[in-house]
């Protein structure tokens, strides 16, 4: 079947379940609560998606360059499922659920953090907190880059463990925070005007009052462009910071490179992200369970085709062991 050479590898066969499961359920539950979709906000990503996947299917169809069709459909389906996750997210607003923020802000309190102290000691350092930013901002990119590097060097199997990580700890993320809603700690903390000023938080205070206000009252429009990030615990910049480092692993010239950015990816997410502490140690928490998952559900479904492999090598060795 057409299908079957098109999604070749088991992470590309998860990675497109767990999208259209994620595209019916927006279809059926968008009409029931009346959301504000802009479906032509969409337009530009489908554009974008649309250029990448032509090209992945072009190549994986021609038999061409299975590097270049493996990542150009990696980014376009985890493009796709990403906007389809963050759109059912935006769905479960408002969000009644039992709200986690006093709880993780007892813990801070206990071991004497403050998100606001943090915030005024870096403007006394702006290069330092300029340089958090760059950091807070990589994830997106650094995950393309390993994309590349990983097709580049054929280790498709830790692509797969790596895609299907990112599917089960996505979706378990976005099914916790429906039920336990959390949001950033600058809804409720305040730094004055000239630390904001020099910090420039990506979540900053303005921001935690558009989450506080769209956690209570839900969103006037859905579209990509008018999304932000909703989830405080568990921190899902932890999860795809310790992703990378894990999977990075496995393709040397990232390895160190890798290591160092995500080190500094802890401070970074508190200070620019405004996370409680504890949120951190869910994201951890959550990617080691969907890790340990995936590498499990991965080497499953490798194991038919690697016996229809072996099948195959062995029938071919005693094929040419037979001529004369």
């Known amino acids: 079947m057409i299908l079957d050479r098109l999604l070749a590898r088991p992470g590309e066969r998860i990675l497109a379940t767990a999208l259209a499961c994620a595209c019916l359920i927006v279809a059926v539950v968008a009409p029931l609560r009346g959301a504000p979709i802009d ?3 969409y337009r530009m990503q489908a554009y974008v998606v649309a ?15 299975e590097r270049i069709a493996s990542g150009m459909l990696s980014i376009a389906l985890l493009l796709l499922f990403t906007s389809a996750l963050a759109t059912y997210n935006y769905l479960l607003l408002p969000n009644f659920g039992f709200p986690l923020d006093p709880w993780l802000a007892r813990f801070d309190a206990l071991i004497g953090y403050r998100w606001s102290d943090w915030v005024e000691w870096s403007a006394g350092v702006p290069h330092l907190a300029r340089l958090l930013g760059w950091i807070y901002a990589s994830t997106l990119m650094q995950i393309a880059v390993l994309i590349v590097v990983l097709t580049g060097l054929r280790r498709w199997n830790t692509l797969d463990r790596m895609q299907v990580t990112l599917v089960f700890a996505s979706v378990a993320t976005v099914a916790f925070w429906g039920l336990f809603p959390s949001i950033s700690i600058s809804a409720f903390q305040a730094i004055s005007p000239e630390a904001a000023r020099i910090v420039a938080p990506a ?61 500094a990816m802890a401070p970074a997410i508190l200070l620019h992200g405004s996370h409680y502490m504890l949120d951190l140690a869910g994201g951890a928490l959550f990617f080691w369970g969907a890790q340990a998952l995936a590498t499990r559900v991965v080497a499953a479904l490798d194991r038919p085709a690697r016996v229809e492999a072996g099948i195959r090598a062995g029938a071919g060795s005693r094929a040419a062991a037979a001529r004369p």
């Open 203 to 263: 979540v900053g205070m303005e921001a935690g009052a558009e989450l506080l206000h769209l956690v209570r009252h839900g969103p006037d429009r859905i579209a990509p462009g008018a999304m932000t990030g909703l989830i405080g615990f568990p921190s899902f910049h932890t999860v795809l910071a310790l992703l990378c480092v894990r999977f990075a692993w496995e393709a040397p010239i990232l390895r160190y490179p890798y290591l160092a950015i995500n080190l």
């Open 39 to 41: 479906i032509p906000g």
């Open 51 to 65: 250029v990448l996947a032509l090209v992945g299917i072009v190549y994986r169809l021609t038999g061409r360059d």
